[in-house]
């Protein structure tokens, strides 16, 4: 077998520096070793410190260990299928991996995370991303999860915290959060300290490498930076792409359009797939094709399977590998329709099983509601009566009096409205009769 299989190297980033490493480092290894790597890295995009990953891989006494973590805040979506697919890369490689269930992370990030709802996120984090596991066949015993608090409040944690804070600037701290810390224009304290934590968790959690979207490449190379300042030792970094959403931007958790949550219904899926952004023969920023990618066609792999879509009109098309897939939409062969209509099959073939532990489970529906519960509609707007103005306009005064008018009972004020229209009706005919003949009703200066 070579360094790397041609089906886990995209043509057009062959040349990127880190994938030249891996072809230099993995040059004359055995194909065990060339297997492991190809396991790790495929499907990534960029990999810091790619030659000492496969000094790792090359190690038979003892295994890469690296983690994953996630901040609990808004529910998990289909997107998070691309980690999962990595990790059980990971795990078929031999690594010891670990799940950080980061909730003093959700919480700093502007409190995305209420405090009071921290703990229940974090056991709904923990349930449905096993359930996740679990629909792709990856055993949860090869696993560690972990939840942030456990450990991040303790004596030496803490102290580094403070040792870190003394040698990072706000830029520094800033720049390092930009793209996954939520910005405001009057940043909280806690968010410049969550680039920090995140560097610190590599060496509490005792790991070799972190992996985690291109996006955090800036928490990373703060890591690389700053922890050989303290004392520790510089990590590897494994960076995946990030998937785009529905309509095309990233995938958001807080964004309901641009996602598909983990217990849609299955006509839920269908029919936010219909919506979905897939521009015929266009593959940049196609969301479908890049789930596609990252996540149907190793999880068919994995199953000896090809992607079978069917066709209006047409024989099914068979691909047996995403490049094929690519190349087929790319030159308008595929119908969007009939690509998104296979896509949401095999969805929800991955989240039934999710669901049907989701909804057979008391214990698990009650988590969702109280981990998520419903936002409360704040209070309509009451009009305020003459009462409440005559009582605003006296307090305003200082006076402390208000006078308010008594209200007149319903027949009372009927026939003081008739009084009021036989007057009426009295002086029009008066007016009419001295105009008819020909006498002013001015009166004579």
Not at 165 to 173: D, G, H, M, N, Q
Request: aromatic fraction near 6%; charge should be neutral.
């Amino acid at each position: 077998m070579t360094a790397l299989h041609k089906d886990d190297v995209d043509a057009e980033v062959a040349s990127e520096p880190w994938r030249e490493k891996l072809r230099t480092a993995t040059a004359g290894l055995d194909e065990e070793t060339c297997s492991r790597v190809a396991l790790v890295t495929r499907n990534l995009q960029e990999v810091l410190g790619a030659d000492n990953v496969v000094e790792a891989l090359k190690r038979r006494d003892q295994h890469l260990r690296l983690y994953w973590g996630t901040a609990t805040t808004g529910r998990p979506h289909i997107a998070y299928f691309v980690p999962m697919m990595k990790i059980a890369d990971f795990l078929k490689a031999g690594c010891h991996v670990t799940v950080l269930l980061a909730d003093l992370h959700a919480y700093l990030d502007n409190m995305k995370a209420p405090w009071e709802l921290l703990e229940k996120r974090t056991e709904y984090y923990e349930h449905v991303i096993k359930a996740m596991l679990k629909s792709i066949n990856v055993p949860l015993d090869k696993l560690q999860f972990v939840k942030g608090t456990t450990y991040q409040l303790s004596e030496k944690y803490t102290k580094d915290v403070y040792r870190l804070s003394s040698l990072v600037t706000e830029r520094e701290a800033k720049k390092a959060g930009a793209e996954v810390v939520k910005q405001v224009d009057t940043p909280l304290l806690s968010g410049l300290l969550y680039p920090g934590l995140q560097a610190l968790d590599e060496e509490h959690l005792g790991v070799d490498a972190q992996f985690g979207g291109v996006d955090q490449r800036k928490i990373f190379t703060f890591a690389e930076k700053f922890l050989p300042q303290l004392g520790y030792k510089k990590r590897m970094h494994l960076m995946n792409p990030m998937v785009p959403g529905l309509t095309g931007a990233k995938m958001s958790s807080s964004e309901e359009d641009t996602k598909i949550d983990l217990l849609d219904s299955e006509a839920d899926v269908k029919k936010k797939l219909k919506k979905a952004f897939c521009e015929p023969g266009v593959v940049e920023g196609n969301g479908v094709l890049a789930f596609s990618k990252h996540v149907i066609f190793p999880h068919l792999r994995e199953k000896g399977e090809s992607f079978v879509i069917a066709q209006k009109d047409q024989e099914p098309l068979t691909c047996a590998t995403y490049e094929d897939l690519e190349k087929v939409y790319a030159a308008n062969g595929l119908h969007p329709g009939d690509l998104k209509g296979a896509v949401g099959d095999v969805i929800n073939r991955l989240l039934e099983p999710i669901r049907q532990e989701f909804s057979q489970s008391e214990e698990l529906t009650a988590l969702v509601l109280k981990a998520y519960p419903a936002p409360v509609k704040p209070a309509a707007k009451v009009k305020e009566g003459k009462q409440g103005k005559n009582a605003a306009n006296a307090a305003a005064a200082g006076d402390g009096s208000v006078v308010v008018k008594e209200k007149k009972p319903k027949q009372q004020q009927k026939q003081q409205q008739q009084s009021k229209e036989e007057k009426i009706s009295k002086g029009t005919s008066i007016s009419t009769e001295v105009a008819a003949n020909g006498l002013s009703t001015d009166k004579e200066n």
